[in-house]
């Protein structure tokens, strides 16, 4: 079966500082792989996307970037945290083939910049 | 470039009672889908709506799609406190970018 990994859970930053959030997918190969964010009590957005490795669409122009650099490995980097990049940070996944017609999300990661 | 609109944003509602959440989409979607948020926690998929007219139901929860109008409903029979969440709405427009309402949330009172 597949599952998706995403860490940390939890992270507090002060504004400034360098930030790098990993998701890595497990079960499954060539998968679509997306990055979104949530503010608090706010719906989802969508930041980032990669249909293979080296693959990414920008969404939302800001001071994040993403990168693909295995497969299943999804990562989510910034060199200097701004207060606004607070908010639950999912990663989620889907199918090439879209033969499973969903997005599968990871436990998300809760950001505070501080 | 897909937009998703949903309403209410917010809904609270009595148990036992009905209640119908709408999701409207601003051009061609393929696909539909409604997902689950406690608070705190990620999303969790509930339907996946494939063609016009698909209806799926589970439990108290039941989701349609009319593509002609561009609108999917989802709809509380009797509603229960277990099911006070947020839901979301989201289409795909075919280019692997799946697009988010901005969610209902729902709370339940006994």
């Known amino acids: 079966s597949q599952t998706i990994h995403q860490w940390p859970a939890t992270l507090v930053q002060p504004v400034g500082s360098p930030l790098s959030l990993e998701c890595t997918v497990e079960?499954?190969?060539?998968?679509?792989l997306y990055w979104y964010r949530q503010a608090a009590g706010r719906g989802l957005q969508l930041l980032f996307y990669?249909?293979?490795?080296?693959?990414i669409s920008s969404e939302v122009p800001q001071n994040l970037s993403a990168s693909r650099p295995q497969d299943r490995q999804f990562i989510l980097s910034s060199k200097k945290l701004l207060l606004s990049d607070s908010g639950f940070y999912l990663c989620a996944w889907s199918r090439r083939d879209r033969t499973n017609e969903k997005l599968f999300f990871g436990s998300g990661t809760q950001l505070s910049v501080l | 470039e897909l937009k998703v609109e949903q309403n209410p944003l917010f809904l609270s509602m009595q148990e036992g009672k009905n209640y119908t959440i709408y999701c409207n989409y601003s051009?061609?979607?393929?696909?539909l889908y409604w997902y689950r948020q406690d608070p705190g926690k990620s999303l969790e998929s509930l339907f996946v709506?494939?063609?016009?007219?698909a209806v799926k139901q589970e439990g108290r929860l039941m989701a349609s799609l009319d593509t002609k109008a561009r609108l999917s409903t989802l709809h509380i029979t009797a509603a229960v406190h277990d099911l006070s969440a947020t839901y979301f709405c989201?289409?795909?427009?075919?280019?692997?970018?799946?697009?988010f309402g901005t969610g209902t949330r729902l709370k339940v009172l006994a």
């Open positions: 989201a289409g795909d427009s075919g280019t692997y970018k799946y697009i």
């Open positions: 709506l494939l063609s016009n007219g």
């Open positions: 079960g499954t190969s060539n998968p679509n």
């Open positions: 990669s249909v293979g490795i080296g693959q």
């Open positions: 051009t061609t979607s393929d696909r």
